[in-house]
């Protein structure tokens, strides 16, 4: 099972559409990453929050909006998205330098219509 | 920076037959640590092996072992008998640090196994 919980697994959203994506994690990890996969791709780094602040924006568009509510809590929100945004979205989570490396969760597929 | 190359876009193995799959990397940080993921078509991206850059032996992790040759600047993944599970696209990943204690993974492109039976 995996410990990183993210919700929706599928979502499909209109170009008008506002929506959100979330992820849990309860291993008292203190850094949280949102990351982007195109198909076919590997995937890239999009949002970093580090004790709850967000410490890295790899210059992803305004139309994705990370939060952080508490430090077993990750949202993205989603608005005014474009159809090459569809793509898997994974959220991890990790403590620093650990042999483990990151957690990650299932992702949500996301299409943009 | 740092840089992650996988030169296999595609393998195919035999079910029960060995498979190394390659992976090269780049890095002027003499502290590094490399990753080996498995991502299946249901999207997760499992954890297989760790490999330290001051590590003095190969990670084994049951039928995955890391075959770590510093100065060629490769660690490439050997998976043992291959089993129909296996079928899957397989990333070589290194952690680069960032400020506050968190981390980036740098993925290579990946490589798509397929075990026939």
């Known amino acids: 099972d995996t410990e990183v919980t993210q919700t929706p697994k599928h979502l499909v959203m209109g170009m008008t559409n506002k929506k959100s994506l979330k992820c849990e994690q309860h291993?008292?990890?203190?850094?949280m990453y949102w990351y982007k996969q195109k198909a076919k791709k590997p995937p890239e780094l999009m949002f970093v929050y580090s004790y709850e602040k967000l410490s890295i924006n790899e210059s992803v568009p305004s139309r994705f909006s990370p939060e952080c509510p508490n430090s077993s809590l990750l949202n993205l929100h989603l608005h005014a998205l474009q159809p090459e945004d569809s793509a898997l979205y994974l959220c991890?989570?990790?403590?620093?330098?650990?042999?483990?490396?990151?957690?990650f969760g299932q992702g949500t597929r996301l299409t943009v219509v | 920076a740092q840089k992650i190359t996988q030169t296999q876009p595609g393998m195919f193995v035999q079910e029960k037959e060995a498979v190394t799959l390659d992976c090269t990397y780049d890095?002027?940080?003499?502290?590094?640590?490399l990753f080996w993921y498995k991502q299946p078509s249901s999207g997760e991206m499992i954890f297989l092996i760790y490999q330290g850059s001051y590590d003095q032996q190969n990670a084994t992790e049951g039928r995955y072992s890391l075959n770590f040759q510093k100065a060629r600047k490769s660690a490439n993944l050997v998976i043992s008998a291959s089993q129909l599970g296996d079928s899957a696209m397989y990333f070589c990943a290194m952690r680069e640090g960032l400020k506050g204690g968190s981390e980036k993974l740098v993925f290579g492109k990946g490589t798509k196994l397929t075990v026939n039976p």
């Open positions: 991890a989570s990790s403590q620093a330098r650990t042999p483990r490396g990151a957690f």
């Open positions: 890095t002027s940080d003499p502290s590094y640590g």
């Open positions: 291993m008292g990890h203190r850094a």
